[in-house]
């Protein structure tokens, strides 16, 4: 299987669709074990070759997890990189244009940095936010403002820079003042992906099987690296403020300091940190 993923992903190359490539390999994989035409489990005789699919998409991710960290090395994706960062201009270009306050971050990991494990559009055990057109791992614009807001609560603010927080983030009958746009990766210092894994033990519904039945399932998952940079535009108008100064200050530094608690999934195992530093801004009106 290892091999088989690996020869498939360099046939492609780093430019192939990740989407479309997990999709149908995966599909194409499933079909070729049920129909018996292939044996996951080498060695093994006859009566005992197939497996359940919950091993197959074991195997499947273990393989291309491991295969991404390879394919997707710092000389390949130097291009990739390259297009996200004319992306990343051309968003904070144009919002230059139309927001009265613009703001350019880099976000830079400080640790493994896992984001959506249930990606619907990465169909494996434990997934990862993968943009469908830059062709790179991303922060999602949710989870950033999701982070800034669990921030705000923990801290019980309730306005920032004379705007109400909920007018500012907005909520479920209104969107917000204050806007993200997607994070993606500029930069990398060693590697972009790293493959990870994490050993569940009790897969089956509680209460029906004991202690010793139960079967450890080592599964392995794409992470990204430690060092790798992210860009992220935030933008806002000054109207609903008495107090542009505090927008131009005070916020930035309160999204710093929120996204430097951990961004993404299994934080408090250490996962998900980053540095933040404030790399340019555009005031319109003052």
């Not at 299987?1 to 669709?17: C, H, W």
């Not at 062709?135 to 306005?159: C, M, Q, W």
Request: proline share 6%; net charge neutral.
């Amino acid at each position: 299987m290892e091999e088989f993923i690996k020869q498939e992903l360099k046939k492609y190359g780093v430019n192939s669709n990740i989407y479309s490539f997990i999709t149908r390999k995966l599909t194409e994989t499933a079909i070729l074990d049920l129909e018996g035409k292939i044996s996951l489990t080498p060695g093994r005789d006859e009566a005992s070759k197939r497996q359940p699919l919950e091993m197959l998409t074991t195997s499947f991710s273990k393989s291309l997890s491991k295969s991404l960290y390879q394919e997707f090395s710092p000389d390949k994706i130097a291009p990739l990189l390259g297009e996200a960062s004319q992306w990343v201009q051309e968003v904070y270009k144009l919002a230059s244009e139309l927001f009265d306050f613009v703001f350019r971050f880099d976000v830079k990991t400080d640790s493994r940095l896992i984001v959506h494990t249930k990606n619907p559009y990465m169909p494996l055990e434990i997934g990862l936010a993968w943009h469908p057109l830059l062709n790179l791992p991303y922060i999602p614009s949710s989870t950033l403002k999701g982070v800034v807001r669990a921030f705000i609560r923990s801290h019980d603010r309730k306005e920032l820079c004379g705007i109400d927080t909920e007018q500012l983030l907005g909520n479920q009958d209104h969107k917000g003042l204050l806007i993200f746009f997607d994070a993606v990766p500029v930069k990398v210092d060693n590697t972009l992906l790293e493959p990870d894994v994490i050993t569940p033990h009790y897969v089956e519904l509680e209460g029906r099987i004991d202690e010793t039945s139960v079967k450890p399932r080592p599964i392995v998952y794409p992470t990204v690296a430690k060092g790798v940079t992210f860009a992220m535009v935030m933008a806002m108008d000054s109207k609903p403020s008495k107090n542009p100064e505090c927008i131009i200050t005070d916020l930035p530094n309160t999204i710093s300091m929120a996204l430097s608690q951990g961004l993404g999934a299994k934080t408090s195992l250490g996962y998900g940190y980053v540095k933040v530093s404030l790399i340019e801004k555009k005031v319109t009106k003052a």
